[in-house]
């Protein structure tokens, strides 16, 4: 094993991913970030320089476990302090498991500001994969705002609440087309928006024809749960989430923000002419438009604008497609452990739009997590006394007597940073629950994400679950392990993990606004267990001069 040593430096810069100038968090000088390539049981070491002058920082390691590293995780509040202003902090981790996963910020918002990047990890020299390809290329798919992180953090946490609205367009590997003459704000910069800036041309994914090619499409989405399609090609789904999936053939996928795939494309179509590559938004009304790349057929040339009109996508308000898809994603045989057949504990969280004070919160079992300013890690590891509350959260909520399709009689929740307590080693079952929003007849999709851990998907419903029957039907054969899975609107998901990564770990929805807004929880374990914590996580809250 290697060790690979990266040196970034984060910094506020000017750029135009869809046309639309505006301020970004750059790394070394780019967003997407560089990628991460690695080799199963490397180890990762990036050193990151702050500078972003006036702005703390943390960077997340989305997908790595982190085993023996927790501090590395890279969450603000929970693994470390943040990295102030002009300070350098130094991540190392060891990339345990081959697959594709992500990076990207874990501060206030800042992910949406372009802060986020990929990591590949391949297998160990001679080992062989289960499926065959000629090339492999990473594909970031994601939304884009041209407000600040600042005003989207004002408007969501002012009262009355203004939300932050549809994204402005659709990024594919950080290109997208912003269609700068709906634009007539008088005074705008020349310039400033600019339709034939080369930084917003379409991503060019370059192939042979009669090559197959692995393509790792991952979502980063700020918002919104996305469809993928190459016009005109199959795709065979090998990989989710760095594990690999038994294959099925799609015409196009659906991915929620955290989640990794690898699909397998073949240059088989006419290769006289390039295709579009195109995500579109499902589950909310209302769209940017159609993000594009070019699928482009070699020697064809990269810009040429396929002769079709782009895929739409499927129809926004189909969850029952997007179920199938979700239950269609099954272990490959061989590959993944079957869970154990019970659990120890079970953890029921209904996930629900609330209101604290007037200020609208999303909430868990009626509680809406907030950030603590000292990290759990620290405070937990070090008994640093009660820097953040410890009445245990809810395990459950009154499901006898709650109605789903319903907005809630009572809308006010509470607002804590208490954390569940697992037994280390224990099997945990968690429940997630969607419900009615604050508006009549609507339910959103929600992608929940672990830290520290993969667990296997027992299952999906539609409806109330039901603590009886529903485990009856649970795929105990060959579920899928992820790291990020999606709640369908009104309906449940179901999960297992085993509590066996000593640390502190974060379980929220992956929709940026969202965890701001409450929509999170915590898991500690083994606290006792984890080594002694480098210095460099601490000078926040009760942490200082520790
Ligand atoms: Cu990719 Cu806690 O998030
Ligand atoms: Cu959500």
Not at 76 to 103: H, M, N, W
Not at 114 to 142: C, H, Q, T
Not at 271 to 279: E, F, K, L, M, V
Not at 517 to 541: D, Q, T, Y
């Amino acid at each position: 094993a290697r060790i690979r040593h990266y040196k970034w430096e984060v910094k506020y810069e000017y750029k135009s991913p869809d046309c639309y100038k505006k301020l970004v968090i750059a790394i070394n000088g780019r967003t997407p970030g560089p990628t991460i390539l690695a080799e199963q049981g490397d180890t990762i070491v990036v050193e990151l320089k702050n500078s972003l002058l006036t702005e703390n920082v943390a960077i997340h390691w989305h997908g790595i476990r982190q085993i023996g590293t927790p501090w590395s995780d890279g969450t603000e509040g929970v693994s470390q302090c943040p990295i102030l202003a002009g300070d350098t902090f130094t991540y190392k981790f060891v990339v345990d498991r081959p697959g594709t996963y992500l990076y990207h910020a874990h501060y206030g918002m800042q992910r949406e500001a372009g802060l986020y990047g990929s990591i590949r990890v391949s297998v160990r020299k001679g080992v062989k994969e289960p499926f065959a390809y000629d090339e492999d290329r990473s594909i970031i798919l994601n939304d884009w705002y041209h407000r600040s992180t600042y005003e989207q953090v004002a408007r969501l946490s002012s009262r009355p609440f203004q939300w932050v609205g549809e994204p402005q367009s659709l990024l594919i590997q950080g290109r997208g087309s912003f269609n700068c003459s709906i634009l007539s704000t008088p005074n705008l910069e020349a310039g400033a928006c600019n339709m034939s800036n080369p930084e917003c041309s379409p991503y060019v994914i370059t192939v042979v024809p009669g090559k197959t090619y692995r393509l790792r499409i991952s979502s980063l989405t700020s918002l919104s749960a996305l469809n993928f399609e190459i016009e005109g090609h199959n795709m065979t789904v090998v990989e989710a989430d760095g594990h690999n999936v038994e294959p099925f053939v799609i015409k196009n996928i659906n991915i929620y923000s955290g989640e990794t795939y690898s699909v397998i494309v073949k240059a088989d179509q006419d290769p006289s002419r390039n295709y579009w590559a195109a995500s579109n938004v499902v589950s909310r009304p209302l769209h940017p438009p159609t993000g594009l790349a070019i699928f482009n057929y070699y020697p064809n040339h990269p810009k040429k604008s396929p002769p079709t009109t782009p895929p739409t996508g499927p129809l926004w308000n189909d969850t029952g497609y997007r179920l199938a898809q979700s239950n269609a994603i099954k272990a490959r045989q061989g590959y993944i452990l079957p869970p154990p057949v019970t659990s120890d504990r079970v953890i029921t969280l209904l996930n629900t739009q609330n209101e604290i004070n007037g200020y609208r919160r999303w909430a868990v079992n009626n509680v809406s997590f907030t950030l603590p300013h000292t990290p759990y890690l620290v405070a937990l590891k070090e008994n640093l006394g009660h820097s953040f509350d410890q009445k245990p959260p809810p395990e459950n909520y009154d499901a006898a007597n709650y109605d789903i399709y319903q907005v809630q009689k009572n809308v006010n929740a509470t607002s804590s940073n208490s954390i569940y307590r697992l037994k280390f080693n224990s099997t945990v079952d968690i429940i997630l629950q969607n419900a009615n929003t604050m508006n009549i007849n609507n339910s959103e999709t929600h992608p929940w994400h672990l830290h520290g851990h993969d667990f296997w998907v027992l299952g999906y419903g539609i409806g109330k679950f039901d603590p009886i029957n529903d485990p009856k039907k649970y795929n105990l054969v060959n579920p899928i392990m992820k790291n990020t899975v999606a709640v369908h609107p009104f309906g449940w998901t179901a999960l297992r993990f085993v509590a066996d990564n000593p640390g502190v770990w974060a379980f929220h929805c992956h929709i940026e606004a969202h965890f701001y807004m409450g929509m999170g929880v915590v898991f500690a374990e083994g606290v006792e267990k984890v080594g002694k914590l480098p210095s460099s996580i601490m000078g926040c809250g009760a942490t200082k001069g520790h």
